[in-house]
């Protein structure tokens, strides 16, 4: 039965999605603000650093707000208003629409060190919302396309997102990389990820929205570094192999799980 805690959550949620939307606005430079690529000294550029994804990456952002204002309608209706999943996922969801408006302003006002502590702890909040989503699984395929699709896609671009940004940072601030190579320290970032989209493998038992998500950003990570500046073949393949762990890994635990 629907009360007065759920009709708050479910207005948390819209008007965080709306503010979000504004955010995300404004970042495209439409409103007058500097397009992300460019702010911030160009540090979040496609060729800023060899983590950095090539350009059309960022296309993945259009299917994540649509995703995102679809499931904030979603959420409003009669049949989601009582569901426990919504009740236990409705503010996380909310939390990471208003973090992610906050870390573009940050980048907006040339607050690149800002950035950083606030996609991390976005990234957290999304890790959240998606172990509340497995642990209260959907019980439609709507549900599971609409919530857990976009939730999946939205975690595993940030986690890719993450990286590029915690690399710009250190590139920024004038990080020479102890002594190793510029490469080197690129193959440990995008370990990293691989890691993360293997352990997401293995909480979500297959769920492929956040693979998909990892290997898109990825594979723009290939892309630029194989045809574009900065080349770096090792980071384009290295790219390449982490998109293929993550992908094998994803597909094993869904057939186990089927």
Partial sequence: MRDTSDIARQITVAASAVFAMIGAFVGSGAAGGTPIQEAAGGALAADATLIAPAGPAFAIWSVIYFG???YAVWQLLPAQSSAERHRRLGYWIAASLVLNALWILSIQFDLLPLSVPIIVVLLAVLVQAFLQAIAYP???TADAIITDGTIGLYL???AIATAANVTALLVASGFTGLGLPPE?????VIAAAAGAGVALAIAGRGRFAPALALSWGLAWV???RLASEPASTITGVAAIVAIVVIL?????RRLVRL
């Avoid at 094998?248 to 094993?252: L, N």
Wanted: aromatic share 10%.
């Fill in 68 to 70: 995102l204002i679809v």
């Fill in 184 to 188: 080197l320290w690129a193959v440990v």
């Fill in 156 to 158: 595993g671009w940030v």
């Fill in 222 to 224: 290939a892309v630029g």
């Fill in 248 to 252: 094998g890994v994803t597909t094993q």
């Fill in 138 to 140: 959907a019980t439609s």
